[in-house]
């Protein structure tokens, strides 16, 4: 795993500076809507795979979520929520539980739009 950069946040901002300067380097919504797409089809996933890895996930649940989603694939086997659940085991309760992959899954209308959210790096609309 890459290390993660963190950045510095004064107490005090600078009143000058833009909102944007102290954003999120991520967007959560189109993390959550990428491993939807890959509990919904597993073509979703492949195509997602050539773009991102575990790494590039800024939650680290949605990166255990990745990893654990790709291991079900490399396997052969369905990764759906219930397969999803059971593959975590123990870690469930640490990603947000069996609700929380559903949350995701609720978070994209369709898998073929995973590969989009995959590209975002959060300053994207």
Request: negative net charge; hydrophobic residues 40%; contains cysteine.
């Amino acid at each position: 795993m890459s290390a993660r950069v963190l950045r510095i946040i004064p107490d005090d901002p600078d009143p000058t500076s833009e909102p944007a300067d102290y954003a999120l380097p991520a967007d959560l919504d189109a993390e959550r809507a990428v491993l939807g797409a890959a509990m919904l089809s597993i073509s979703a996933l492949a195509e997602m795979r050539t773009l991102i890895d575990g790494s590039d996930f800024y939650k680290p649940a949605h990166e255990t979520i990745w990893q654990a989603a790709c291991a079900l694939a490399d396997a052969g086997r369905p990764t759906d929520a219930v397969a999803l659940a059971a593959k975590l085991g123990p870690d469930l309760d640490r990603v947000g539980g069996a609700p929380y992959l559903h949350t995701c899954m609720n978070a994209v209308p369709t898998a073929a739009n995973g590969p989009y959210y995959a590209e975002t790096d959060g300053t994207q609309p």
